[in-house]
């Protein structure tokens, strides 16, 4: 696998900039995305469940944001309010200074869980995508083949989601979120449901793909370490409904590979981010000593 081959494949609309290796910064931007007093209350049958209090948040142009919180604290809903496939109750969802009231096309987005088509083969599910768009799938069967390929699915394209492993399926969600190389990546847990050294490889070719693209990447995630390894900015949620506990500037030099772990930075923030967690009750702690409670 090797991701970063991918991005800005035909001149995309962010731009490819090179970035200095170890330079670790993000160059000013502007804001991509902004949620204002977003809230999003959802009434099934009468019943209120309140997913997301009211939450202010802007990513800049070629951000990569991590957002880590605990099961059920509107993470998903946060990301369906930002692709425009709910509606917020209150506040506004703006895109490149524009309200989201409807589903955004400008985006790639890769859900929880894969959602594909059973019926199509891994191939045309990835280039469902270009024809939802109205575009001529011919036209992108080579550079779908060159994602699957990239994401090690080459032997794979003409197999049906029934053939392929829960990892299979998931990169072949992740190949379809980037066929059309929107500026915007929007990816609710990508890598859940990947083995634990897929799941790493994964991270160092996403990497290695946003530094070859600056994409703005919103990311969720349970993992506190993946977060942190891979983001400018880490929003730590509280427990629903979802407020922002804590905004943290990540400052790693990039590429940060497999060293960052061992980066005192990286340790840090992690260990912030474990107590804020413990503080919330969100974990329990048992005998880790430096952790008020
Ligand atoms: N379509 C829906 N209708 C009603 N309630 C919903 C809907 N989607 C989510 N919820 C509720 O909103 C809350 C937040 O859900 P959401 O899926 O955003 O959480 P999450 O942070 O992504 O959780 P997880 O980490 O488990 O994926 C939950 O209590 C959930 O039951
Ligand atoms: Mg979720």
Known sequence: MNLHDLGGADGDAAGGRAVEPGSGSVPVARTAVELAGVAKT?????????????????IREGEFLAIVGPSGCGKSTRLRLVAGLHLASAGEVRIGGRVVDRPQTALGIVFQSPVLLDWRDALDNVLVQVELRGLDPSAYRERALELLDQVG?????????????????????????????????????????????????????????WLATRKTVLFITHSVDEAVLLADRVVVMTPRPGRIERVL??????????????????????????????????LHGAGRTGVSR
Do not use: K, N
């Not at 959802?42 to 802007?58: C, F, I, K, N, P």
């Open 42 to 58: 959802y009434r099934r049958r009468g019943v209120e469940t309140h997913a997301l209090a009211s939450v202010d948040l802007a």
């Open 153 to 209: 699915l080459r032997d794979f394209a003409d197999r049906y989601p029934h053939e392929l492993s829960g990892g299979m399926r998931q990169r072949v969600a992740i190949a379809r979120a980037l066929i059309h190389d929107a500026p915007l990546l929007l990816m609710d847990e990508p890598f859940g449901a990947l083995d634990a050294l897929t799941r790493e490889q994964m991270r160092l070719d996403l990497e290695a793909l």
């Open 249 to 282: 500037d990540i400052g790693i030099a990039r590429p940060r590979g497999l060293a960052a772990r061992r980066d005192a930075a990286f340790a840090e923030a992690t260990q912030q981010i474990t107590d804020l967690f413990l503080a919330r009750g969100v």
